[in-house]
């Protein structure tokens, strides 16, 4: 936020700035030549200061990048983690798995080896 302000108060007095470099000078009395050096002068002015803005924008940008980059190797790595934990939950789960299939074919090959006993008679 504070950027921001920043921003805008030189974006403000830089274009007051200009405002006032745009204004005529009196000519009356200064010889022609002295007229243009003014003139070069306040536009030189101007040039300086749109050069500090396009700075001071250029160190904030690239601070954003700076930021901006860091966070994405952050959030590259916990998606790594991530991944890494993912794959051996994976592995955990279809261990399980497997392991479940096997006792229940144990179960069901107990159950039906407990129904191919030959039957008690029933007592008359």
């Given at each position: ?59 904030f ?11 994405h ?44 006993l ?7």
């Open positions: 936020m504070m950027k921001i302000w920043v921003t805008v108060l030189l974006s403000c007095v830089s274009g007051a700035a200009v405002a006032q470099a745009q204004k005529p000078a009196p000519v009356e009395d200064l010889s022609s030549r002295e007229s243009v050096l003014l003139q070069g002068q306040q536009r030189a002015g101007i040039a300086y200061r749109e050069l500090q803005q396009a700075q001071h924008d250029a160190k940008a690239e601070q954003d990048y700076l930021n901006y980059q860091d966070a190797r952050a959030a590259q790595k916990r998606a790594d983690e991530l991944s890494r934990q993912l794959n051996a939950a994976k592995k955990t789960l279809d261990a399980a798995r497997a392991k479940e299939t096997a006792a229940r074919q144990r179960y069901e090959k107990e159950v039906n080896a407990v129904g191919q030959p039957q008690k008679s029933p007592a008359k």
